[in-house]
C-alpha cells in the first residue's frame, strides 16, 4: 500500500510542478474576479428569489 501512495504523491507532485510555471499571475487575477462576480451575483439571486416567495405567500 505505501507503493500506491508513493506513486500517487509523485505523479501529483509532477502534474503541480509542470503547471506552476505555465499560470499567470492574470489568470489567477481574473479566476478571482470572476468568482466574486459569480458569489455576488448568486447571492442576489437568492435574495430576489425569496423576494419573490415572500411576496407570493402573502
Do not use: Q, Y
Not at 7 to 29: K, Q, V, W, Y
Amino acid at each position: 500500500m505505501d507503493v500506491h501512495f508513493s506513486l500517487r504523491t509523485g505523479t501529483f507532485s509532477g502534474a503541480l510542478c509542470s503547471m506552476l510555471p505555465n499560470i499567470l499571475s492574470e489568470d489567477i487575477i481574473r479566476t478571482a474576479v470572476l468568482a466574486v462576480v459569480g458569489t455576488s451575483v448568486s447571492f442576489l439571486a437568492t435574495l430576489f428569489l425569496k423576494w419573490i416567495t415572500r411576496r407570493h405567500k402573502d
